[in-house]
């Protein structure tokens, strides 16, 4: 069917900056709303940034002016670029895309979630 694959994370400064990535991949028709979330350990997952189809962005407060989130609809690819990182963004990155995809002669939706990627920003 669809899948996301996340990459991009890791160890970096507060002050630092990272640039995330979630690529779509399957028998994909149309993707349509995708989205950023993060869950640190003992949190909720919250959202970071959705982008829609058009290229559109919304964001947390807590991240708005030091994160931007992109999209490449020819290469079914979210980015997000983290600049000015806190301690505080330290978090478990995951991506969302509501995706239709061919099954059989016509096609099917689903909301699908990459398996995350770690940002660790040390103080």
């Known amino acids: 069917q669809v899948q996301l694959v996340e990459s991009g994370g890791g160890l970096v400064q507060a002050g630092g900056s990272l640039r995330l990535s979630c690529a779509a991949s399957?028998?994909?028709?149309?993707?349509?709303?995708m989205g950023w979330y993060r869950q640190a350990p003992g949190k909720q997952r919250e959202m970071v940034a959705t982008?829609?189809?058009?290229?559109?962005?919304d964001y947390a407060d807590s991240v708005k002016g030091r994160f931007t989130a992109s999209r490449d609809n020819a290469k079914n690819t979210m980015y997000l670029q983290m600049n000015s990182l806190k301690p505080e963004d330290t978090a478990s990155y995951y991506c969302?895309?509501?995706?239709?995809?061919?099954w059989g002669l016509g096609t099917q939706r689903t909301d699908t979630w990459g398996q995350g990627t770690q940002v660790t920003v040390s103080s």
């Open positions: 969302n895309a509501d995706i239709t995809y061919w």
């Open positions: 399957g028998s994909i028709f149309s993707i349509n709303n």
């Open positions: 982008v829609t189809s058009g290229g559109s962005a």
